[in-house]
Nanobody, 122 residues
Framework: QVQLVESGGGLVQAGGSLRLSCAAS????????MGWFRQAPGKERALVAALTWSAGYTYYADSVKGRFTMSKDNTKSTVDLQMNSLKPEDTAVYYC???????????????WGQGIQVIVSS
């Protein structure tokens, strides 16, 4: 089993920045990829960024390209999501997830964090 715990959410004004962190524990050696999803009220949960621990793969949704950066620390089993130039439409609950790339892109990763709220005020 793998446990994922997010931190770093909160309230920020439009144009500001936030950094989310996700700490993985348990059988972290079994993890191939990590991703950040978000779900806004009334909308489906969607993948916004993903990477692999060792294969050098990264993915960003078009809506966040150039503004969000996902990074990893293999030694600490953590991934971060640096969010810059935030917009009100980035308001959502953000979820850390772990799984294969196929699982992440299909929206069905094997493991989910509990979610963390991000609110961007206009």
């Amino acid at each position: 089993q793998v446990q994922l715990v997010e931190s770093g959410g909160g309230l920020v004004q439009a144009g500001g920045s936030l950094r989310l962190s996700c700490a993985a524990s348990g059988r972290t050696s079994s993890i191939y990829g990590m991703g950040w999803f978000r779900q806004a009220p009334g909308k489906e949960r969607a993948l916004v960024a993903a990477l692999t621990w060792s294969a050098g793969y990264t993915y960003y949704a078009d809506s966040v390209k150039g503004r969000f950066t996902m990074s990893k620390d293999n030694t600490k089993s953590t991934v971060d999501l640096q969010m810059n130039s935030l917009k009100p439409e980035d308001t959502a609950v953000y979820y850390c997830a772990a799984g294969t790339l196929l699982e992440l892109h299909r929206g069905a990763p094997g493991y989910w964090g509990q979610g963390i709220q991000v609110i961007v005020s206009s």
